[in-house]
T-cell receptor, first 115, second 114 residues
Framework: AQSVTQLDSQVPVFEEAPVELRCNYSSSVSVYLFWYVQYPNQGLQLLLKYLSGSTLVKGINGFEAEFNKSQTSFHLRKPSVHISDTAEYFC?????????????FGTGTRLLVSP | EPEVTQTPSHQVTQMGQEVILRCVPISNHLYFYWYRQILGQKVEFLVSFYNNEISEKSEIFDDQFSVERPDGSNFTLKIRSTKLEDSAMYFCATLLDRDNQPQHFGDGTRLSIL
């Protein structure tokens, strides 16, 4: 069964600094990978996805992530964060061609951007 | 862009009562899911539904839970006898097909059990 690990429960950063949120996954088959953002008291918004092709994927709000198959990682990065990026970020995985592609989420990383 | 719609946005229910959470999927989507997020915790898979039957369910989805598409449009999650620990945000998600990712999420229903 697949699993997702987000080691950092909270990441404090100053505005305009770069940030990386780490995500590692475990699966015995090929996977799709996703990052979702959740603002306070709101639902889940897709930031970006990796399905196939280029391992560097770009998403909304200036975020990007790189799929590293050998390290089973899918870290999220942004070169310069804004106060408005303060939110909870969830990495998720679904397995290709098995079952009905439920999403398995990590425990989330709270990004705290301060001035 | 088409959206997944969930009602109500907030439901307050006495413990032991039945509750039905409703979801209107995107019209041509074929796969349907319910997820749960207890306050401050991660999002957890509950159940997937395809071709009018449950395709997969988690250990959380016990006999108190059921899902159906009663009229071919709404997709409902019923909790027969609610417990305090059922308090959570419940998200509905839909998927066109396996080759058209990602799943589209609704804004959720916050369920509060008193």
């Amino acid at each position: 069964a697949q699993s997702v690990t987000q080691l950092d429960s909270q990441v404090p950063v100053f505005e305009e600094a770069p940030v990386e949120l780490r995500c590692n996954y475990s699966s015995s088959v090929s996977v799709y990978l996703f990052w979702y953002v959740q603002y306070p008291n709101q639902g889940l918004q897709l930031l970006l996805k990796y399905l196939s092709g280029s391992t560097l994927v770009k998403g909304i709000n200036g975020f990007e992530a790189e799929f590293n198959k050998s390290q089973t990682s899918f870290h999220l990065r942004k070169p310069s964060v804004h106060i408005s990026d303060t939110a909870e970020y969830f990495c998720a995985v679904s397995e290709l061609n098995t079952g009905f592609q439920k999403l398995v989420f990590g425990t989330g990383t709270r990004l705290l951007v301060s001035p | 862009e088409p959206e997944v719609t969930q009602t109500p946005s907030h439901q307050v229910t006495q413990m032991g009562q039945e509750v039905i959470l409703r979801c209107v999927p995107i019209s041509n989507h074929l796969y349907f899911y319910w997820y749960r997020q207890i306050l401050g915790q991660k999002v957890e898979f509950l159940v997937s539904f395809y071709n009018n039957e449950i395709s997969e369910k988690s250990e959380i989805f016990d006999d108190q839970f059921s899902v159906e598409r009663p009229d071919g449009s709404n997709f409902t999650l019923k909790i027969r006898s609610t417990k305090l620990e059922d308090s959570a945000m419940y998200f509905c998600a839909t998927l066109l097909d396996r080759d058209n990712q990602p799943q589209h999420f609704g804004d959720g229903t916050r369920l509060s059990i008193l």
